[in-house]
């Protein structure tokens, strides 16, 4: 059969049945029946399965002359026998192969280990798991592994798992290498404004979307026109796992696995749709709870739900199972995965097309860490992330109001202008780079808000003032003692500020960044602290909390005009705080800058997201009904408008089936009413 190396475009029903099984004992994987795992995979409906190569064990599944089988299979090429099964089924194939994480080469080469800052293995932090640095011999091993693959068998694409680095290594090929390209030794205090350590950092990143970069071109190499797809998942993880854009670039889609709720698929699904190089990009999640439970399935809906979602933000959908140490499957999986691939099928002629994004919410690589940690010895990271907390709630807050956003990074810096604000939390680290880009932005017509420490370093850990200080209108000065601070109006804006005054300013338990506002910069709210120090436990003025009591003379929040657009600065990460008061706030904030609206507008419940993306021949509308206890209730009458300009507009209908909707059309909106939802209603615009 022939298969199109652009396998991905059009599919969307994917399966992964993990294999990380030992062979310690002679009944593991026994009872593995290659037949039996495809016919459980068309059950399932699948068009693509991901076979094991190897696992994170080590193991091999294939007659491997560089490295060990595994014994249960006894010396049966399994992973021949499954390539060729599904290719008879009509399925695509992609290889799993784990890179770093291979507890048989740990083992076997120990010159090949991790090593953490103290010198010990990485096995004393990570556990059952060995970890092999890429920057030593192992590099050559894991290519020559894929030469044997690329040579033995045939099959549509590669996904490379575990391209990260689990632990911050020392190992003896790492020092020797930066010292050569350096010329220092390791630093081992974390200082994210101290140029050795951030160096260092950058290193880090460098080294492995080399190896990523490395391992693709052995792969396309030798097999020209494979699809190469590495582990992404970690791209919102912290600064330890070294994980930036360049590993998106090795990668021909955007994938990985994810074990959180609604809010966390809707943000990494936007996220990969901006970054991934074709489309479209792949969610992949586990048929059970999380990856460490290995016999409780999710419910139905939940599974059904995180499918739907993919869907709504023109994704494929991958669900992993797990096989049972003896190689055996369940079929009852398979059979209400297929029920869902089943809806999902009806669906698919319709997905893809230009997602609608009035807002961007700017994520960035190089701000996964928190200052708080400066000082601190590698091993004693917090892993706290402020920034991609401050990101997730924005978009929390934006699916709650239905305003079309998108998450962009550096690669979108050449399309700022599609946009009509972009949204900066929290940003930590900066580049000239990337502050050129939104200050033409904004001189242009754009319009920005930004939060707390937004553009105040650099991308080498300087901190001198605000590299957006022209844009924000500010100059930096320093930071608030207190942890507790309100934002007070300085202002009578009360369309604005709705209930919060300077009698009940809104609180923030947080700094706030001390700093000037410009002249010509417009003050709209100031600083008020506690009347004590909260950290003061002698001296207080109510017991239980920090009344406000000290107005000072420092902006809380700044609008400033730049060239043709504007710009909002909060002093602290307002965005940051997931409570209603502060929400609507930040919302009524971003409002203010973008007074002509949005593209579509709903009355809907908070559970509902809507997506809308643009076509030839009109828009697809996405309502995804994503309750946080399922099963979801219906929701009805559901009131959209979209804006359509001078479009004439022949019909809405719900699709698959064609029902045609009756719609309004009024001052360039069409109003249409959703008679139902349950998990997932599409609708075709022409």
Known sequence: MSFSRKWFEKDFRRNLVDMHIEDWDERFLSQLEPQRYVELLKVARVTTAMIYANSTVGYCYWPTKTGKMHRGIKGRDVLGELIDLCHKEGMNVIIYYSLIYNNWAYDKEPDWRMRLADGREARAWTGRYGVCCPNSGYR??????????????????????????????????????????????????????????????????????????????????????????????????NWVFGVTQAISEASDYCGGDFYGGALQESFVCKLYYNLTRNQPFEFMTSRCINISDHTTTKPKELLEAQAFSALANGGAFLFIDAIDPTGTMNQRIYKTMGEI????????????????????????????????DNGKSVMETSGREPHLDSALNVTKSLIYAHIPFGIITKKNLENLRKYKAIVLPNLLMMDGEEAEALRDYVSSGGRLYASYYASLLDKNGNKRDFLLSDVLGISYIGETKEGVTYISPSKELPELFGDITPQAPLILFHPQVIAEASDGAETIARICLPYTDPVDRTRFVS????????????????????????????????????????????????????????????????????????????????????????????????????????????????????????????????????????????????
């Open 140 to 237: 050559d091993f894991a290519l020559s592994q894929i030469e044997e693959l690329c040579r033995d068998y045939e099959f549509e694409g590669f996904f490379f798992d575990m391209t990260f680095w689990p632990i911050v290594c020392y190992c003896q090929s790492c020092r020797e290498r930066f010292l050569k390209e350096v010329g220092k030794e390791l630093p081992k205090v974390i200082d994210w404004e101290n140029a050795d350590w951030v160096e260092f950092q950058r290193k880090r990143e460098e080294w492995l979307s080399e190896f990523a970069q490395l391992v693709t071109k052995q792969a396309k190499n030798l097999k020209p026109g494979v699809s190469i797809e590495h582990q992404f998942s970690t791209c919102v993880a």
């Open 543 to 686: 017991i239980h909390s920090n009344p406000p009591g000290v107005i000072v003379d420092y902006p809380a929040i700044v609008k400033n005009k730049f060239g043709k657009g504007e710009a909002i600065w909060c002093a602290g990460p307002l965005e940051m705080v997931d409570q209603e008061r502060h929400r609507e706030f930040f919302l009524r904030l971003l409002k203010s800058l973008v007074k002509e609206g949005f593209s579509f507008e709903a009355k809907a419940p908070k559970s509902v997201e809507i997506t809308m993306f643009k076509r030839d021949e009109g828009y697809i509308v996405n309502l995804l009904n994503f309750q946080p206890e399922l099963p979801n209730i219906p929701i009805t009458g559901i009131k959209l408008r979209i804006k359509i300009g001078n479009k004439p507009i022949s019909k809405v209908f719900i699709l698959p089936s064609g029902t045609p909707l009756p719609f309004e059309i009024e001052n360039n909106y069409i109003k249409v009413e959703i008679p139902r939802v349950d998990t997932f209603l599409m609708l075709g615009i022409q």
């Open 341 to 372: 691939f089943e809806k999902l099928r009806d669906y698919e002629e319709y997905i893809g097309g230009e997602l609608c994004q009035d807002l961007g919410i700017y994520f960035s690589f190089e701000s996964k860490f928190d200052l708080n």
